[in-house]
């Protein structure tokens, strides 16, 4: 095989290759239709993201001179590569929505109606509702050469019309109107004779009878939009003072920074022209969308009553075995750690030692990171009761975690009210560790209990993320944690620790430490063996490391969801090195890395993946496993990825993934729903068993005196 160019493969490429994985899931056709829907939702959502972010800022590093990245390739040349393979994704993401998608709906009842199908009744129907509702929601903005485009904010759907008097000589004229998002875009049509469930879109609606806004003019063309601005600049990190109003601009600055994208619906050539030219971009940045635009929006439509056939069946995620239902988690912490497997088992255990510790009065402090949590945030309100309950309650709320920043200043405001301490981040670094720590008086003195995560604190993502985390009492990892938090929100220096592991001061150095030292104890009897699951590869360092690490024999087993830079299989450089790739049900989101360690094996647990921001850029955590049991089911997790031949795909030296499939012979695996199965059947057997013993209580648990 020809040496390949380049030792790395491009970031964003790869990140642009991890979108198309997920529309793979959308095109499967035995995959009921409503989930398909969802995954072509996805991918929409994910492309807002990475226009927002990677294709910002490979503008700015294009007009900035930037020279060429690891792979090779200039700015000029990844943003003409980009746009070429995000219009090849998008042709098939709407090919597949409007051939088979949207058919199989109408086909089960549930259809989609567009302008020029509407029949006289749903016609009637629509142009009431438009004059009832919609018609005084809408602000028609004129848009004229010689003054400033109008103001079209961030993601925001609009409708474009051009207008003429009809006179001779008059000129055209050009408008603009927002589709309001405070009313929900899925429009549904009154139920006819034969019961099907049809529904029709706001913006068709605002397009079909929008020639009322403009008395005395006629449409001639009209078409729909959206602007995806840059959203990738930071706060100023200076502003200690008013950090929270600094970061509060930062949001309003999203609205009006400069066009990256426009996406247009295929009416009319001359209006998407048009746009293009009044907000400054190229052909490369004008994507026409062959059906309904933005379809993130449609996430909804996903979870429509009475449609359950149309999804799959649900599966359910289950309390614990190891910890107890019906009692404080106190006792069954301190005696042993317990690991749980999110969405497998259950977020409850974490929102119960939460509110256990806000109600037990032995409980004197309770510390947390809050990076990115729900809407109506269980964990929030027990920091809160806790505070109120008169415990001292400390919350770094991270202000800089992107897209969730206004989410996260409301939380952080409501929590200083209740009487939290709460730390606003930290001066040019990222919280991204996920650490909870309560502490608890007891008879023999006073004893910590910590939750150390993969995963965000909150109760929505729970149960959609794959995340793993661990309950803890060891008088050493608790320790070391409530050094973690002093570093985190006071002036103490960030110590040297035994088990916790902290980026940006040691990380990256362990991490490469624990890379090579793997290499040098590889031997016959114990061959090098590291086994490692994440989010995203991209840090060079690390990639050179595992380079060096194959090239003296060590086996690397790599599972990596997003964004891989490393080239597997090349000889000389990466031969032992293998990558896989699952995209499934469930996000995969936990990071976990094993190193045979010449037979002393280790297993640890981060927040952080090998990418430069998350070693260099944030604050993050490993952790390690150090209970056998524990240690023995994590591998067990690790190593299920690897027999997955239903929805794994494989890296070539090319740069292709090549999907999995069953042998001649071999019985298809799916590595969550083994995962999920064997988890159910363990649950059945314990708890389907009858009781062989009672348990006496001699006096209530501490919690409850």
């Known amino acids: 095989m020809e040496k390949p160019k380049s030792e790395y493969f491009n970031r964003d490429l790869s990140w642009i290759d991890f979108n198309a994985r997920v529309l793979e899931e959308g095109l499967r056709t035995e995959t009921p239709p409503l989930e398909r829907l969802k995954f072509l939702t996805i991918v929409s959502s994910n492309f807002d993201e990475f226009f927002m972010v990677r294709v910002a800022a490979l503008k700015r590093a294009a007009r900035s001179g930037v020279g060429r990245d690891p792979s090779g390739l200039t700015c000029e040349q990844q943003l003409a590569l980009v746009a070429e393979r995000v219009r090849g994704i998008v042709r098939r993401q709407y090919d597949c929505l409007t051939k088979e998608i949207l058919p199989a709906l109408a086909k089960e009842g549930l259809e989609l109606v567009r302008p020029g199908f509407y029949s006289p009744f749903q016609m009637h129907y629509l142009e009431a509702l438009f004059q009832r509702e919609v018609f005084p929601t809408l602000t028609p903005l004129r848009v004229e050469e010689d003054a400033d485009f109008p103001f079209t904010g961030n993601l925001r759907l609009h409708a474009a019309f051009l207008l003429s008097k009809g006179e001779a000589g008059e000129a055209e004229r050009f408008a603009i109107v927002q589709v309001p998002s405070s009313l929900e875009r899925v429009v549904w049509l009154p139920r006819e004779e034969d019961g099907r469930a049809r529904w029709t879109l706001l913006d068709d609606v605002v397009l079909t009878w929008g020639y009322k806004l403009f008395p005395g003019y006629s449409v001639k063309e009209a078409s729909l939009f959206k602007v995806v601005r840059d ?31 426009i996406s247009v619906s295929a009416d009319s050539p001359r209006l998407r022209d048009e746009l293009a030219r009044r907000l400054s971009l190229g052909s490369d940045d004008v994507y026409e969308m062959p059906g309904p ?39 069954t912490i301190r005696a042993r750690d317990v690991m749980l497997h999110l969405p497998y088992e259950s977020f409850d255990p974490i929102v119960r030692l939460v509110q256990d510790a806000a109600a037990d009065p032995q409980v004197l402090a309770i510390k947390a990171t809050l990076y990115r949590t729900s809407g109506d945030s269980p964990i929030v309100r027990g920091l809160e009761e806790a505070a109120r309950n008169g415990k001292q309650v400390t919350a770094l709320v991270e202000l800089k975690a992107r897209f969730d920043e206004g989410r996260n200043i409301a939380w952080a405001e409501r929590l200083e009210q209740a009487g939290v301490i709460v730390v606003y981040g930290l001066a040019r670094l990222k919280v991204h560790a996920k650490a909870c720590m309560v502490v608890r008086r007891e008879t ?32 050493e990892l608790a320790y070391e944690t409530s050094l973690f938090f002093n570093s985190i929100t006071g002036y103490s220096a960030v110590h040297t620790m035994r088990k916790l592991v902290v980026a940006p001061t040691e990380l990256k150095h362990r991490i490469i430490a624990l890379i090579d030292r793997e290499a040098k104890r590889s031997n016959q009897e114990y061959p090098g063996h590291i086994i490692a699951k994440m989010n995203s590869l991209a840090d060079i360092d690390v990639i050179d490391a595992l380079y060096r690490a194959s090239r003296a024999g060590v086996k690397i087993q790599l599972n990596v969801r997003g964004i891989c830079m490393l080239r597997p299989g090349v000889a000389a450089l990466s031969e032992n090195i293998s990558v896989i790739s699952i995209v499934d049900r469930y996000l995969e989101h936990a990071r976990i890395f094993y190193f045979a360690n010449g037979g002393s094996e280790e297993l640890y647990l981060s927040s952080a993946d090998w990418m430069p921001r998350n070693l260099e850029r944030r604050v993050e955590l490993m952790f390690p496993i150090l209970q056998e049991d524990l240690k023995r089911r994590a591998l067990g997790i690790l190593k299920t990825y690897f027999r997955d031949n239903c929805r794994s795909r494989t890296l070539g030296s090319d740069g292709v993934w090549t999907l999995m499939r069953p042998a001649e012979g071999e019985a298809p695996f799916r590595a969550q729903e083994r995962i999920y199965e064997a988890m159910r059947e363990e649950v059945e057997a314990i708890r389907g068993a009858p009781r062989q013993e009672f348990v006496v209580r001699r006096k209530p648990p501490a919690a409850r005196e």
Request: no cysteine; glycine share 6%.
């Open 231 to 261: 959203a990738d600049f930071a706060v100023d990190e200076e502003r200690d003072d008013d950090f929270v109003e600094a970061m509060s601009e930062v949001l309003d600055g999203r609205e009006q920074s400069h066009p990256v994208r």
């Open 444 to 475: 023999d003195g006073v004893k910590r209990y910590v939750h150390l995560s993969t995963g965000n604190y909150n109760d929505k993502t729970a149960k959609l993320y794959g995340d793993l985390a661990i309950f803890s009492a060891n008088d």
């Open 293 to 331: 635009i933005d379809l993130r929006s449609l996430m909804d439509l996903t979870q429509t009553k009475g449609f359950d056939k149309l999804r799959e069946p649900v599966w359910k995620n289950w309390w614990p075995l190891g910890l107890p239902e019906d009692e404080p988690l106190w006792e």
